[in-house]
């Protein structure tokens, strides 16, 4: 078991930048794949950034140079830094774990935090 605790979303204006957080404690966190995804009103959840523990990363292609996700792994949290927001960015933004292969999809993650709203203005 994993469980995720996602901080730092907010309302902005556009052009600005959010960094969210996603503390991870449990089961070894370096076992699995971790990764962004949101969901916004009425659209199904999509893949915003995932990565591995050795660095590897895939991106969206609505947020390719604009999101950059890392990790901490001494403390066991992973960083979404999104910068030049838009409206369409505006989502509940969840935290994810598992899965056995580096994927955007969310069907193959099986640990999800709460999740956290980002709201961009124009």
């Known amino acids: 078991q994993v469980q995720l605790v996602e901080s730092g979303g907010g309302s902005v204006q556009a052009g600005g930048s959010l960094r969210l957080s996603c503390a991870a404690s449990?089961?070894?966190?370096?076992?699995?794949?971790m990764g962004w995804f949101r969901q916004a009103p009425g659209k199904e959840r999509e893949g915003v950034a995932v990565?591995?523990?050795?660095?590897?990363?895939v991106y969206a292609d609505s947020v390719k140079g604009r999101f950059t996700v890392s990790e901490d792994n001494g403390k066991n949290t992973l960083y979404l830094q999104m910068t030049s927001l838009k409206p369409e960015d505006t989502a509940v933004y969840y935290c994810?774990?598992?899965?056995?292969?580096?994927?955007?999809?969310?069907?193959?993650?099986?640990?999800w935090g709460q999740g956290t709203q980002v709201t961009v203005s124009s």
């Open positions: 990565s591995d523990s050795d660095g590897l990363t």
């Open positions: 994810a774990a598992g899965g056995r292969v580096l994927s955007l999809n969310y069907l193959r993650y099986n640990y």
């Open positions: 449990g089961n070894t966190y370096s076992r699995y794949y």
